[in-house]
């Protein structure tokens, strides 16, 4: 008699009739996993792989990536140019050049009446670098606004400024490689198994390998804290405390690397003196952490031969977001850990072109981390363009977060939105539709044309998106990877880079500026922009990107004369003493006073609100709420609630409940478990009308990067379930 194994039938992987693989590289998260998708004899993608020989992944992907190829044809697409005269009537199609010429119209009219920088554009982390570039160039050297900035501003400002305080410049040090050569990982607000799976799984095995400390300071117990040797739960928006004790530990026991400090930084005994203040004991009052826990992670990460560090949104997303990126900036720089395998600073970025929109947009200022303030940058890029350099404003405009609250305030007049969707994403919905409505025009550029801010635009421009475009992205690593148009936009829906290229005609008549076409002729001109600069790609093409499944910055023309293999390009950075980005090659260590200015729970509101991801869901869900195999796992909003609580408030699992804060209320299902502290619940945020009525979202005075994590809320239970129960599917949205 057969037993076991033997009499189960065998797996069957169904045949989906691939005839042709193709390459890209995922759209989703900041991973950067190389991904090849399946084309059925009729050219339709029917399946996604991991690429095997792809340095990042391995072969492997995550939920997202699998699934990835059923975008094309989900639910919602824009396929049509839209138009209408007031936001709440009905849309009417329209032609292309109806739509453009309305835009570009609409610009002039507006600045003419208003002024220069009446009129805002707003871009995001998700979009192909070359068009980030072409946009930029459009925006700065043509239309010429200086509120111009991208959803970056809710994701990684924060570590952008708290990188440019610490070194000099913007631009993570490190790489997923560090995971093999460090003796002690300490993961600050990063929740890496559900939001980047694949550098999750680097770090794991690479850990299982060699068994290295993993300290993990989150509020939460996620799952990364419950694989971590220590976890410490801090008390939400105090972990520049922890860090100060930390130093204070390692100064008082001489655990700093003295040589380092002396050779490659300034400012050692204005950091010794702040922190001499946050002895252990002092600080556990603050931050939730017990006296003995902050030495013994102290010691364990001063004295451990590499230290790295990585972070996420747990510590941008705070109104100490920069402080606390250069809190871990200087405990990397007093104990020597930059720039040194296994030792190292390591910002896990968000979206997957985060890092692009950071290099090329020209948000914060010019191409390649050139800045607005610098006389020699803006006639650099003027000569470069063929304008004059006096058209550029000479420092830099509004972040996001402030155009919202300008135009709430009827300073800005016009906007156009392109790949980001903000009446789901930025704090305070209430107060983000009082400011949409102030607008005489508003255009919406996104892939789908049933995004909740299309509510309040006048022209909608439906776009292609990820494997429908052709460009790169940089991944966290500075790994530079490409997308390849393996199927067209929906209907007449046009990739990114065309829009760009259609409107920049209308405001460049003369054909002064030039606009390449295509894609591999934007990324060899921002190559001519970055020689000899930080971020130098001069050794790269598309070719060759795709021929080594990315590679990372800086990879420069010499190397690649010299014969150098582009993985040699740019593993990390800052590997010798005084390559810091400061005029004196020397890094900053910053004292970090701790000021404590968040919203705390009370006794009205006593409940912390803590706001973040699924696994299976991305963002405003306009792409993973209509993939059934993504939205099955969590299709309605809901809270992770202390079982204690719950019992407290007569809550059983399963039944509704609606919280409310200062800014409005929601409604969620609650759903009882461990993970979270009885005094906190953990909200995702990607059900719309749901997180962020709730949340304040005060903004870091550097970055002015929203708090999304910290906000305090009461939890009311609810009578009437069924009532609950519709209202919570009308959120489903889809
Ligand atoms: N599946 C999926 N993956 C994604 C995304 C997605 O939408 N879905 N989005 C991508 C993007 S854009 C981003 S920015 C990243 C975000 O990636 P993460 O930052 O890892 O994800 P979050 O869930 O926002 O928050 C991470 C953790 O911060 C913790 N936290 C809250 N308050 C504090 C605090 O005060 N201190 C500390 N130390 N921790 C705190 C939370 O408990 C949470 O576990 O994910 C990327 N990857
Ligand atoms: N409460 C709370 N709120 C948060 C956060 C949190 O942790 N808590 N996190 C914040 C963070 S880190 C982030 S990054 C933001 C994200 O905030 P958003 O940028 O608003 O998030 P998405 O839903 O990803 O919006 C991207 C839009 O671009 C569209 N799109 C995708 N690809 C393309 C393309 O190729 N072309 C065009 N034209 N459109 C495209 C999508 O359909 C979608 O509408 O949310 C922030 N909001
Ligand atoms: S880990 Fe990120 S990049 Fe990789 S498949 Fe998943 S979503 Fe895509
Ligand atoms: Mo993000």
Same mark, same amino acid.
């Given at each position: 008699m057969l037993f076991g194994r033997k009499r189960k039938n065998p797996i069957q992987i169904a045949d989906k009739g691939v005839v042709e693989w193709k390459y890209a590289t995922c759209g989703y998260c900041s991973t950067g996993c190389s991904i090849e998708v399946g084309l059925n004899g009729e050219g339709r993608p029917v399946a996604s792989r991991g690429v095997a020989d792809a340095d990042v992944n391995r072969g492997k992907l995550c939920l997202k990536g699998i699934f990835e190829h059923e975008l094309f044809s989900s639910a919602g697409r824009g396929t049509q140019p839209?138009?209408?005269?007031?936001?709440?009537?009905?849309?009417?199609?329209?032609?292309?050049?109806?739509?453009?010429?309305? /835009?570009?119209?609409?610009?002039?009219?507006?600045?003419?009446?208003?002024?220069? +920088?009446?009129?805002?554009?707003? !871009?995001?982390?998700? /979009?192909?670098?070359?068009?980030?570039?072409?946009?930029?160039?459009?925006? $700065?050297?043509? *239309?010429?606004?200086?509120?111009?900035?991208?959803?970056?501003?809710? %994701?990684?400002?924060?570590?952008?400024?708290?990188?440019?305080?610490?070194?000099?410049?913007?631009?993570?040090?490190? #790489?997923?490689?560090?995971?093999?050569?460090?003796?002690?990982?300490?993961?600050?607000?990063?929740?890496?198994?559900?939001?980047?799976?694949?550098?999750?799984?680097?770090?794991?095995?690479?850990?299982?390998? $060699?068994? =290295?400390? /993993?300290?993990?300071?989150?509020?939460?117990v996620t799952m990364l804290a419950q694989n971590a040797h220590m976890h410490l739960p801090i008390t939400p928006g105090t972990d520049v405390v922890l860090m100060n004790a930390m130093m204070h530990v390692i100064f008082a026991e001489g655990l700093e690397d003295k040589r380092y400090i002396e050779a490659n930084t300034d400012g050692v005994e204005a950091l010794r003196a702040e922190?001499?203040?946050?002895?252990?004991?002092?600080?556990?009052? &603050? %931050?939730?952490?017990?006296?003995?826990? *902050?030495?013994?992670?102290?010691?364990? =990460?001063?004295?451990?031969?590499?230290?790295?560090?990585?972070?996420?949104?747990? &510590?941008?997303?705070?109104?100490?977001?920069?402080?606390?990126?250069?809190?871990?900036?200087?405990?990397?720089? &007093?104990?020597?850990?930059?720039?040194?395998?296994?030792?190292?600073? /390591?910002?896990?970025?968000?979206? #997957?072109?985060?890092?692009?929109?950071?290099?090329?947009? !020209?948000?914060?200022?010019?191409?390649?981390?050139?800045?607005?303030?610098?006389?020699?940058?803006?006639?650099?890029?003027? $000569? @470069?363009?063929?304008m004059d350099p006096e058209f550029f404003p000479k420092q830099r405009g509004m972040f996001q977060t402030d155009i919202y609250q300008a135009m709430e305030a009827g300073q800005i007049k016009g906007l156009w939105l392109i790949a980001t969707n903000p009446l789901s994403s930025l704090p305070n919905t209430a107060r983000i539709r009082r400011a949409m409505e102030q607008l005489e025009f508003c255009c919406v550029q996104d892939c789908y044309q049933d995004t909740e801010s299309a509510q309040y635009a006048h022209v909608y421009l439906p776009a292609g998106t990820w494997a429908e475009k052709e460009g790169v992205m940089t991944n966290t690593e500075r790994r530079i990877n490409l997308v390849?148009?393996?199927?067209?936009?929906?209907?007449?829906?046009?990739?990114?880079?065309?829009?760009?290229?259609?409107?920049?005609?209308?405001?460049?008549?003369?054909? $002064?500026?030039? @606009?390449?076409?295509?894609?591999?002729?934007? @990324?060899?001109?921002?190559?001519?922009? !970055?020689?000899?600069?930080?971020? +130098?790609?001069?050794?790269?093409?598309?070719?060759?990107?795709?021929?080594?499944?990315? &590679?990372?910055?800086?990879?420069?023309?010499?190397?690649?004369?010299?014969?150098?293999?582009?993985?040699?390009?740019?593993?990390?950075?800052?590997?010798?003493?005084?390559? @810091?980005?400061? !005029?004196?090659?020397?890094?900053?260590?910053?004292p970090l006073p701790f000021i404590d200015n968040n919203e705390v729970p009370d006794k009205e509101f006593p409940v912390w609100l803590n706001t973040g991801r699924l696994i299976e869901h991305w963002h405003g869900r306009t792409k993973t709420g209509k993939i059934g195999n993504n939205n099955k796992f969590s299709p309605i909003p809901f809270i992770e609630i202390n079982p204690d609580l719950a019992d407290e408030l007569g809550v059983q699992r399963g039944e509704y409940v609606r919280m409310v804060s200062r800014r409005g209320d929601a409604v969620a299902m609650a759903q009882p478990t461990q993970r979270v502290p009885k005094n906190m619940v953990f909200l995702p945020f990607h059900f719309f009308d749901c997180a962020n009525r709730l949340t304040l979202g005060l903004l870091d005075p550097h970055s002015r990067q929203p708090a999304y994590k910290q906000s305090a809320i009461r939890i009311e239970k609810i009578a009437d379930q069924i009532a609950a129960a519709k209202l919570s599917m009308e959120m489903r949205r889809f």
């Open positions: 839209l138009m209408r005269e007031r936001w709440h009537e009905e849309w009417r199609p329209a032609d292309w050049d109806t739509a453009l010429d309305k /835009l570009h119209d609409e610009i002039v009219r507006v600045q003419a009446r208003h002024g220069r +920088d009446s009129f805002a554009v707003i !871009s995001t982390g998700q /979009l192909l670098t070359e068009e980030f570039y072409t946009l930029g160039k459009l925006t $700065r050297g043509l *239309i010429g606004t200086n509120n111009y900035d991208g959803n970056t501003t809710l %994701c990684m400002s924060s570590a952008v400024s708290g990188y440019k305080r610490s070194f000099g410049s913007d631009g993570p040090p490190g #790489c997923y490689e560090d995971f093999e050569h460090t003796d002690c990982l300490i993961a600050w607000g990063s929740n890496l198994p559900e939001q980047h799976p694949i550098i999750y799984w680097r770090m794991k095995e690479a850990q299982e390998r $060699r068994n =290295f400390t /993993l300290i993990v300071v989150d509020p939460r922190v001499a203040k946050y002895d252990p004991v002092t600080a556990s009052k &603050i %931050c939730g952490i017990d006296e003995d826990s *902050i030495r013994v992670v102290a010691r364990a =990460f001063a004295k451990a031969p590499a230290a790295m560090q990585i972070w996420t949104m747990g &510590i941008n997303q705070s109104t100490h977001g920069s402080d606390g990126v250069v809190g871990i900036n200087n405990l990397a720089l &007093i104990t020597g850990n930059v720039g040194k395998p296994g030792g190292t600073s /390591l910002s896990i970025t968000g979206q #997957c072109n985060a890092m692009g929109t950071r290099e090329w947009s !020209s948000c914060s200022g010019l191409p390649n981390h050139r800045y607005l303030e610098n006389a020699r940058d803006r006639e650099e890029i003027a $000569r @470069f363009w063929n390849k148009p393996l199927t067209p936009p929906p209907g007449v829906a046009k990739p990114d880079l065309w829009i760009f290229n259609r409107v920049a005609e209308r405001f460049n008549r003369d054909a $002064r500026v030039k @606009f390449p076409e295509k894609a591999a002729d934007v @990324f060899l001109e921002m190559g001519e922009l !970055s020689r000899g600069r930080l971020a +130098d790609i001069s050794g790269m093409n598309h070719d060759l990107i795709e021929k080594n499944r990315g &590679i990372q910055w800086p990879y420069t023309a010499a190397q690649r004369e010299r014969g150098e293999a582009p993985p040699q390009g740019g593993k990390r950075l800052y590997t010798a003493d005084r390559e @810091f980005r400061y !005029s004196d090659g020397r890094a900053k260590l910053i």
